[in-house]
């Protein structure tokens, strides 16, 4: 796998990257925007990200809407909780004292090049840009991480877009993601993410816009190395995100979760310091079962296997069986190999 490093490395033997996503939870407000800035540093993310929308680029206004913003225009709702250049230079400032990342999502080329001031750490690309080879290829160009989501694809799609950003820029990571807010669980596909890994040898994280963390938990068992997740302060607040996204305490849990999960994986097999007191109780080792004099022979009758494994390995009981004892031995004393004569 080629990782990438976003302010750490980003891979399968790293800690999964933990992307709270404020988008517009914000609704177009600046303090609540830093509230969620202050919220996702306290959480223990690895990066707080919104989204930058200059919807006079993105979009023609008779785009129409989706399901999950109700009845409002999209363009029309995009328009009014942009936020300015001052409300980026102010949440990456807060972002940087808080010890986070910083970090948008742009949609057309134009807000690509706006945040060029702000010197991103990466570029995280949505799902509805995955097809669009001309702007994947200005991005690429910028010669930063970037991070591809993939909903509502199929493989020629992704296999297009990795070749193009691939021929510029090998620094690339793929999100598996599915275009529901909130995300029905048996349309999540999770088992998708080790297929992803092993098709196009980069990391692979998981977008999740189901509600909970329960299919968040799922992936990260499947070795998701990114998580990117809705937030919010209240789900009750106003916005066409919210339903998706989960509140401070729910978030700081997917972040223990997630270190856990990671260490709990593991690797090789191995025995671990942990283990060793208790292996040594519970395993097994040679055995007297009766009282036998010098000279006699160990039998099935008098040699057996018990508790605790610091004696003779029980694989060795065969070829102790017929060997003559050169000391007495009382019932309960381990065999050892200076008993045999």
């Known amino acids: 796998m080629k990782n990438i490093y976003i302010g750490r490395e980003i891979g399968d033997n790293n800690k999964p990257f933990i992307i709270g996503e404020a988008g517009i939870n914000h609704d177009g407000s600046l303090e609540k925007a830093l509230e969620l800035v202050d919220a996702a540093a306290e959480c223990g993310v690895d990066v707080v990200k919104f989204q930058t929308h200059l ?26 909780i942009q936020l300015s250049k001052e409300d980026h230079q102010r949440l990456q400032q807060r972002a940087n004292d808080k010890g986070i990342m910083f970090m948008s999502t742009a949609y057309c080329r134009e ?42 694809s199929n493989y020629n799609d992704i296999d297009l877009a990795v070749a193009h950003i691939r021929n510029i820029n090998d620094q690339l990571a793929l999100m598996h993601c599915v275009f529901e807010y909130p995300a029905d669980p048996k349309d999540c596909n999770i088992n998708l993410i080790p297929l992803l890994k092993q098709k ?27 998580i990117e997740k809705h937030f919010t302060i209240d789900r009750r607040w106003p916005g066409p995100d919210q339903k998706a996204s989960l509140e401070p305490d729910e978030l700081s849990e997917l972040v223990r ?59 060795e009981y065969d070829n102790y069986l017929g060997r003559v004892v050169r000391q007495d031995l009382e019932p309960g004393t381990q065999l050892k190999a200076e008993y045999i004569a």
Do not use: W
């Open 55 to 80: 919807p006079q680029y993105e979009m023609l206004k008779s785009a129409g809407t989706a399901v999950h913003l109700e009845k409002e225009n999209l363009y029309e709702l995009l328009a009014r």
């Open 111 to 152: 807000a690509i090049d706006f945040l060029d001031e702000f010197n991103l750490p990466a570029y995280k690309i949505g799902s509805g840009e995955l097809t669009n080879i001309p702007l994947l290829k200005h991005i690429a160009r910028k010669q930063k991480p970037m991070v591809l989501s993939t909903a509502a």
């Open 200 to 226: 196009y040898n980069v990391p692979v994280g998981f977008s999740d816009h189901s509600q909970g963390i329960n299919i968040t938990l799922a992936a990260l068992g499947l070795g998701a190395n990114l």
């Open 257 to 315: 979760a997630a270190e856990s999960i990671h260490y709990a994986l593991g690797s090789n097999k191995q025995i671990f310091e942990g283990e060793k007191g208790a292996a040594s109780l519970f395993r097994h080792s040679l055995v007297i079962t009766r009282y036998i004099k010098s000279g006699e022979t160990l039998s099935e009758d008098n040699l057996g296997i018990a508790r605790p494994g610091s004696g003779i390995h029980p694989k």
